[in-house]
């Protein structure tokens, strides 16, 4: 008599939970915990999770596992998922028209100022590398500075450089900020995708870590980021960057630390010891970022709701409809605040199926994102109004 395939039975659940929390109302898949953002791997990576399921069901046969009560109820179980990844992949493929919807609605003639490979690739719903190569996150030709000191506060203030090896004149800078919470996470963890190719294309791309609680509280994080902005000022020229042109982004905290420095542009409560560097910045990129308020012990604003959002330059939002940790109705709320009063366009991608965390490979909703992400970087450059509000 055969052993019952045990390990095929743990596999088959494992499997079925990515799929179950991919798939489950919201309300319903927070009850996963923390425990769901690794399951979002299923999420992004559904053709990666449905060959998982196809190459242990063939062992499975091939072993003879199969031939026994837990082997047939471990196959049951296999088959239901391989159907809710099939309805995981349709949900991803929609990614690229919805990124197209949006940028057709809010920026104007944005096809005459972005170059023809970056509208093909939007426009393909699928990119081979999201299946071929989804880790590999490194672009040829791009080379990374690592652990740059811009501040006082030891390895929570050091910067990352991403730069083309040929140094192109007058770059643009993307600056970007980790999630985490304000409690957690690295400069050289999260959108690698994104800063990779924006460093291919000749932009210099700044990743930094930002002191974090509970050792720190607001505003230091965002005291840390115009630091970065105020670092990027006196040493771009090291890279020949413009700081002229400087977009910040972030993902969950930092999507809220760079909607934050955009909305404060030279305040000097955020800015003690380097009041007089411009710290204003030219458009403003967020990804799944929470907006709500922190805890402050100076008693200062600390949400981008409670600052002034007239000169607010544009804005690139995106987030994800099925966001366990930050809600879909909180970014719409902040894209319409903005909008009310913003002169500028504000940019909102609402992703379906998408996760927190949806960042993170080159998987086929990520590659959408980023392609508009580069098309609203380019149009943001063919406006030509990159100045110092300090002149104003």
């Known amino acids: 008599m055969s052993s019952e395939p045990i390990g095929y039975f743990l596999t088959a659940l494992f499997l079925a939970s990515g799929t179950c929390f991919a798939l489950a109302p919201r309300n319903w898949a927070k009850a996963f915990g923390s425990f769901g953002q690794y399951l979002n791997v299923s999420n992004e990576l559904p053709f990666h999770a449905f060959l998982f399921m196809t190459a242990s069901t063939w062992l499975a046969f091939i072993e003879r596992d199969i031939y026994s009560t837990l082997g047939w109820v471990s196959f049951a179980i296999i088959l239901l998922s391989m159907m809710g990844v099939v309805v995981i992949i349709a949900r991803g493929l929609r990614a690229s028209s919805v990124v197209m919807h949006a940028l057709d609605v809010n920026l104007d003639r944005w096809r005459t100022v972005t170059t023809p490979e970056i509208e093909r690739r939007l426009r393909k719903k699928f990119m081979a590398r999201a299946l071929l190569g989804p880790f590999f996150v490194r672009s040829y030709g791009v080379r990374r500075k690592a652990n740059i000191s811009y501040g006082d506060a030891g390895k929570r203030n050091l910067l990352d450089v991403y730069h083309h090896h040929s140094y192109p004149p007058g770059a643009p800078i993307l600056i970007h900020l980790h999630g985490g919470g304000f409690v957690s996470g690295k400069k050289n963890r999260q959108s690698l995708p994104l800063l990779y190719r924006f460093a291919s294309r000749g932009w210099v791309c700044i990743s930094a870590n930002y002191r974090l609680r ?20 006196k040493n771009g020229h090291e890279y020949n960057a413009n700081p002229s042109c400087i977009l910040v982004a972030g993902n969950s905290a930092g999507g809220h630390l760079a909607a934050m420095a955009t909305l404060t542009p030279n305040d000097p409560a955020f800015q003690p010891g380097f009041e007089s560097v411009d710290t204003s910045v030219t458009a403003a990129i967020s990804l799944y970022g929470y907006y709500g308020a922190l805890n402050t012990r100076e008693g200062l604003p600390s949400s981008p709701f409670a600052c002034n959002v007239k000169e607010a330059p544009p804005f690139l939002i995106a987030h994800g409809d099925r966001d366990t940790i930050v809600s879909v109705e909180h970014a719409r709320s902040f894209v319409q605040h903005v909008r009310t009063s913003s002169s500028h366009p504000v940019v909102y991608v609402e992703l379906p199926g998408a996760e927190h965390n949806f960042d993170l490979f080159h998987s086929i909703r990520n590659e959408a994102v980023i392609g508009g992400i580069e098309v609203f970087s380019d149009w943001v450059l063919a406006q030509g109004n990159h100045h110092d509000r300090r002149a104003e």
């Open 214 to 233: 509970p050792t720190a509280q607001f505003p230091d994080h965002l005291i840390d980021l115009k630091k970065v902005i105020a670092w990027v000022r």
